[in-house]
């Protein structure tokens, strides 16, 4: 499989339709790939919060109807990292997007722990309350975003429902860099999954990002890491990984917590 994360800059000072045009071109110029990622909240910006209500859009608005047609241009898998879906019947979220590559929108996942404890995100935005898996041609995915990371609950849950592919854009800040890809790579180390995630670069809301996107296999190798600018991470490698990784060291059979409770037929 041929993955590629799309980092991309998200600045104040870019419009978000230009950057919405920057993206899709970006998009399909992966053409070849398997699966591209794209990474939290880039057409507004993570830490935008003031640009949120007003920027809101559906799920068939513009950036849902642009990464269709990148998605189908190029011919991929497309995690079109996350927007801030307006729900016309309750608040706005921060929901991502996964796109066949015909360009059907085939899952959207919202994201269940919102950044900011009494600010920002925490009080600006709704709590998904869906775990969200789906089973592709690629594998099983499982879908979290940036502070999801934080929190092994949601990824055991996601291996639990299969998970072999974990994809997670983030809009996560310099400051806490390491803490980024140590979580990353332990909750790769923890499913035995592959862990794909990608944040952006640049400056937004006046908190700088941190870059750094990174790739880590079932075994907890770093198999691509980015630097801290714009840049496409592209890494090739083989899906079936996770099952060869838990066949050769079966740790969850000895699992004695959390084990979900049997099926009532």
Known sequence: MRASLIQIDVSDAEPPAERRARAAALVRAQEGADLVVLPELWPLGGFAYDAWSDGAEP????????????????????????????????????????????????????KIHRFGFDSGEAIAMGAGQEIVATTTELGTIGLATCYDLRFPELFR?????????????????????????????????????YVLACNTAGTHGGVE??????????WGRVLAEAGAGEQVLTVDFDPAGAAKARSEFPVHRDRLLGIPAPVQR
Do not use: C, K
Not at 158 to 183: F, K, Q, S, Y
């Open 157 to 193: 849950a996601l291996l639990d429902a299969g998970a072999e592919l974990l994809l997670v854009p983030a809009a996560w800040p310099e400051r806490r860099r390491e803490h980024w890809t140590l979580l990353a790579r332990a909750r790769a180390v923890e499913e035995q999954a």
């Open 209 to 218: 990002q941190a870059g750094h996107s990174i790739v880590v296999d079932p």
């Open 59 to 110: 799920l068939d608005g513009p950036t849902a109807e642009a990464m269709s047609a990148a998605a189908r241009a190029a011919g991929v898998w497309l995690h079109a990292g996350s927007i801030v879906e307006r729900d016309p019947d309750g608040p706005i979220y921060n929901t991502s997007l996964l796109f066949a590559p015909d360009g059907e929108l085939t899952t959207t996942y919202r």
